[in-house]
């Protein structure tokens, strides 16, 4: 049990007395009255991570349509941030489940995940013309709660009831969030941190502590920890740090999940808002270099399959344009590249069996009809670290 706070981080308050009372964590409003220790080591991983981060913005460029990767690394981010969680769908399973590969009546863990998708692009699509504010946090966590579990625990609005973390009540859970009378003050004071001009806190760094705030109060019943993470791709985007959202920590997080929590709870017991700081600022390092690699592999696959396509000459148009479709679809039927393609199912059939001649689409239903196709390579590069 969260016996102890730290002074630098919050204040806990009794709530309840008696064998199951509890006390309840306030956070300090950022910026704290302490400023970080910014040593050697942090000055070093925050040029670092910007550095990394410049050349993650910049390599988007090189890529002929930068939308399609974005496309498929927000599929990405949604599978992992969910799998922290706890659900069990993987990419694959998205993306049957988007291509109607699969029957329609999915799996919950399948809906989080779609719904997730549409929170994220919901949010993206809002901040360009709105600053973010609570009433945009409240709006993207209502597109992420719909219809699944956890949908009745109101979405959309902050909590009216306590929470908490771990145990199975407030007495012997590991963290109690502040109580629900205190959160929409706790949560305007990280909208003024949000928003404040004033600060000279870099934007990374600003991201950072947003997050570990607001996982801090726990807003809502259910959802936060998804919420937190779109929140600093939110805030790098609103700062105009990246000009497009590429950069998801998830992987990052679920790679050192214990080291994650452990961080985030040393804030409330001792203040170490530094140790904190330092290991989001690595995962910006490593993720951004990883996005990097990614792009420039993937610019360097369509380079090599447009000239093996361009290779068959008069009958080269239709596949490469269905090379195109594949960066967005790489899961496929020939109904569907038809309509999409708006071609002929004949001609369609044509285009994929040119890129399965030359390897570069794999049959994976092993069906004599309703064959689907996959862009094995592709997704190879994308699919990394979504495994269950």
């Not at 009216?160 to 629900?180: D, E, H, K, R």
Request: hydrophobic fraction near 40%; charged fraction near 25%; include cysteine.
């Amino acid at each position: 049990m969260f016996l102890k706070a730290s002074p630098r981080a919050g204040k806990l308050i009794v709530q309840q007395k008696g064998p199951e009372g509890y006390r309840a964590f306030i956070p300090h409003p950022l910026p704290f009255d302490h400023p970080l220790e910014s040593d050697y080591e942090m000055n070093d991983l925050l040029e670092k991570a910007n550095r990394a981060l410049g050349r993650l913005d910049g390599a988007t460029y090189i890529l002929p349509n930068p939308d399609l990767f974005l496309y498929m690394y927000v599929r990405k981010e949604a599978v992992l941030s969910s799998q922290i969680e706890g659900t069990q769908a993987s990419l694959s399973d998205l993306l049957e489940y988007e291509n109607d590969i699969k029957e329609k009546s999915s799996p919950d863990d399948v809906q989080e995940v779609s719904n997730y998708v549409a929170a994220m692009n919901y949010g993206l699509d809002r901040l360009k013309k709105l600053p973010l504010s609570l009433q945009l946090i409240k709006e993207i966590h209502a597109k992420l709660m719909r219809g699944i579990r956890g949908g009745h625990k109101a979405p959309g609005e902050f909590r009216t009831t306590q929470n908490w973390i771990g145990g199975t009540m407030p007495s012997n859970a590991n963290f109690v969030p502040p109580p629900p009378h205190e959160v929409l003050s706790c949560m305007g004071n990280l909208e003024k941190f949000l928003h404040n001009s004033k600060n000279s806190i870099p934007s990374l760094i600003k991201a950072g502590l947003a997050h570990a705030q607001f996982e801090t109060i726990h807003p809502f019943l259910d959802g936060n920890g998804r919420i937190g993470r779109l929140l600093i791709t939110f805030i790098l985007c609103h700062d105009a740090v990246l000009e497009k959202p590429l950069l998801y920590l998830s992987l990052y997080f679920k790679q050192h999940r214990d080291e994650y929590y452990e961080r985030l709870m040393a804030i409330r017991r001792k203040g170490d808002w530094e140790g904190w700081i330092k290991f989001y600022l690595r995962g910006i390092f490593e993720i951004s270099k990883q996005a990097t690699e990614a792009a420039k592999a993937i610019m360097n696959l369509q380079i090599e399959h447009r000239k093996q396509i361009n290779s068959l000459g008069r009958t080269s148009a239709n596949s490469l344009r269905l090379l195109d479709l594949l960066y967005q679809k790489p899961l496929i039927k020939v109904p569907k590249v038809a309509i999409n393609l708006g071609l002929s199912q004949p001609a369609a059939r044509k285009a994929i069996n040119n890129l399965q001649e030359l390897k570069i689409l794999t049959e994976i239903s092993g069906k004599r009809r309703d064959r689907v196709y996959f862009y094995e390579s592709y997704m190879g590069i994308i699919m990394e670290g979504t495994e269950l």
